[in-house]
């Protein structure tokens, strides 16, 4: 099933955020935005990255949302963040789809948001250590194929039955 297909299938409706952006939300709960065009992530670190991957040329990217470390229990190990991975144990035990996922999660770009993260913090998330990377654990999903498609629409069930109860 192709991803349109399958935010229609699940009845997940697309609300325009800002030029470009929508967020996915399926009963009032945001579960992923999505960013077309030239400026998908707005932080310059990541734009030569896009040019790379062809979004100044009409790429897209998919971020999908994770229950994030503010809501899930973490325990400081030596400065280490450990990520409860409560709810995705079926998905991680697919090591495909977990590799897949926990190779886009983001590196610290210094953005200054809330996260107040930069340089980067270590994490232990789905069992696997990472470093540099963002407190958000933001996972874009730049022009996505057919495994990474599979991935976010894996993704977001998971979250829809957290989040959603659906």
Partial sequence: MDFA?????????????????????????????????ADTIPHSKMQAEQKADGLSNGGWVVYPHVSCVEEMPAIDAGGVNIIASIGYEKFISNEKMKSIALSKVRACICCGNKAKCAPGITIIFWGAELTGRC????????????????????????????KCGT
């Fill in 5 to 37: 297909a399958y935010l229609k299938c699940g009845k997940i409706n697309l609300v325009n955020t800002n030029t470009d952006t929508w967020k996915a939300v399926k009963n009032g709960v945001a579960i992923c935005y999505i960013k077309t065009g």
């Fill in 135 to 162: 407190k958000f654990v933001a996972m874009p999903f730049v022009n996505p194929g057919r495994e990474e498609a599979e991935c976010i629409m894996a993704l977001i069930d998971i979250y829809c039955r957290l």
